[in-house]
Nanobody, 122 residues
Framework: QVQLVESGGGSVQAGGSLRLSCQASGYSYRTGWFRQAPGKEREGVAV????????YYADSVKGRFTISQDYAKNTVYLQMNRLKPEDTADYYC??????????????????WGQGTQVTVSS
C-alpha cells in the first residue's frame, strides 16, 4: 500500500493562499484531496490522474483551487487561493482508488495520509 504524507497546512486570513503537498512513497495513478471539518463528513475536494485526464473539483472550490502533480517527485499539490472561512478543515490526500462512479466517495479510496490542518479566519 502506498504511503502518503501531507504538508503545507496552516492558518491564514480570508482571501489568502496556501499550497498543500502530498508526497507518495510510490506510484499512484489517481490521487485525490479530501477535507473534513469538525462535525461534518469527509468531502472530496479535487482529484487528478497521471496525464490529468481525470481532473475534477468540488463545486465549492472550482475557480479557487488547483490540483497539480510532479511525476518525478510522486507529489500532488493543491493550490488554494481566495480562501474562505468555510474552507477550514483537516485536509487529506488519498490514493489507490478502488473504482466506482464517484471519485468523491471516501470509501472508494484505500490509502490515506495523516492529514494537515487548514484554518481560515475572517
Amino acid at each position: 500500500q502506498v504511503q502518503l504524507v501531507e504538508s503545507g497546512g496552516g492558518s491564514v486570513q480570508a482571501g489568502g493562499s496556501l499550497r498543500l503537498s502530498c508526497q507518495a512513497s510510490g506510484y499512484s495513478y489517481r490521487t485525490g484531496w479530501f477535507r473534513q471539518a469538525p462535525g461534518k463528513e469527509r468531502e472530496g475536494v479535487a482529484v487528478t490522474c497521471r496525464g490529468s485526464v481525470c481532473t475534477y473539483y468540488a463545486d465549492s472550490v472550482k475557480g479557487r483551487f488547483t490540483i497539480s502533480q510532479d511525476y518525478a517527485k510522486n507529489t500532488v499539490y493543491l493550490q488554494m487561493n481566495r480562501l474562505k472561512p468555510e474552507d477550514t478543515a483537516d485536509y487529506y490526500c488519498a490514493a489507490e482508488f478502488q473504482g466506482g462512479p464517484y471519485w468523491n466517495a471516501s470509501r472508494a479510496w484505500r490509502a490515506w495520509g495523516q492529514g494537515t490542518q487548514v484554518t481560515v479566519s475572517s
